[in-house]
């Protein structure tokens, strides 16, 4: 069993601008940044920290989403919240200048870049994934892909890819936990890529996202819709849904005159 951190006499809660629940979230990570429990320990639980806060349960769940998105804590099924090995800095900041993949910035920015595969099998495309992808009538099926991307094990994105029928199943062979699929594409099947084109919009989690992301339903969800392109044509449809708590794009554009 995992020891529980261990609630340590604070400040008591003030009234001012800063927020009841801020002021909990700060509380609960000062023992985090100065390395006074380890990773893997528990947090208390709700009933425990609302007695101890002398606040609501409403406070302090607030409190622990604040945590959560900022990379602190995560939900660890069937034990509670657990402190995570590596903290995150809130939000991290990847710069879109160019056609990368996941893991690509997450190894420019020095974190860690893992993948939960959730489920891979043949679909039937619907309007838009036929037409992204330029399908013909002939081409019935094309291979569904669904990951959670995790930066030092922090859930940042859920990643749906449609790929062509003749290369996704290739693809759905290999191991798409440690593999990216840029990566497999170019370095494994010989296709390289060359552009991409990115729409970009923001809509609420629904279940699956929330679930899979460990955060609530009806969250902001930065929506990447991305078609790639080889010299051929389009091979990649993907919807990245990134937490807009945790990653933000940065990236500098020339005027046109």
Not at 63 to 71: I, Y
Not at 78 to 104: D, V
Not at 200 to 212: D, P, Y
Request: aromatic share 6%.
């Amino acid at each position: 069993m995992r020891m529980s951190v261990q609630l340590l006499p604070q400040e008591r809660l003030h009234d001012g601008p800063e927020p009841l629940y801020a002021q909990i979230a700060r509380a609960l990570k000062e023992p985090i940044l100065t390395n006074q429990v380890a990773p893997g320990m528990l947090l208390p639980g709700e009933n425990e920290l609302a007695a101890f806060f002398r606040v609501s349960r409403d406070t302090v769940r607030h409190a622990v989403r604040e945590l959560t998105n900022e990379g602190f804590v995560a939900a660890s099924r069937g034990f509670g919240i657990a402190i995570l090995e590596r903290p995150l800095a809130r939000p991290i900041e990847a710069e879109l200048a160019g056609l990368t993949g996941f893991a690509e910035d997450m190894d420019a920015l020095g974190l860690t870049p893992t993948a939960r595969l959730m489920s891979v099998r043949s679909v039937a495309p619907d309007d838009r994934t036929r037409a992204e992808l330029q399908l013909g009538d002939s081409q019935v099926d094309v291979v569904e892909i669904r990951r959670v991307r995790l930066a030092n094990d922090v859930p940042i994105s859920y990643d749906i890819t449609w790929l062509p029928k003749w290369i996704g199943d290739k693809v759905a062979g290999d191991d798409l936990e440690s593999e990216p699929i840029f990566s497999l594409l170019e370095k494994k099947y010989g296709l390289p890529l060359t552009e991409a084109d990115y729409r970009i919009t923001v809509c609420g989690a629904n279940l699956e996202v929330s679930a899979a992301l460990e955060i609530e339903e009806g969250s902001r969800i930065l929506e990447i819709e991305r078609t790639s392109f080889t010299a051929d044509g389009p091979i990649d449809y993907e919807r990245l849904l990134f937490c807009a708590d945790r990653l933000k794009f940065r990236m500098r554009l020339r005027r046109n005159r």
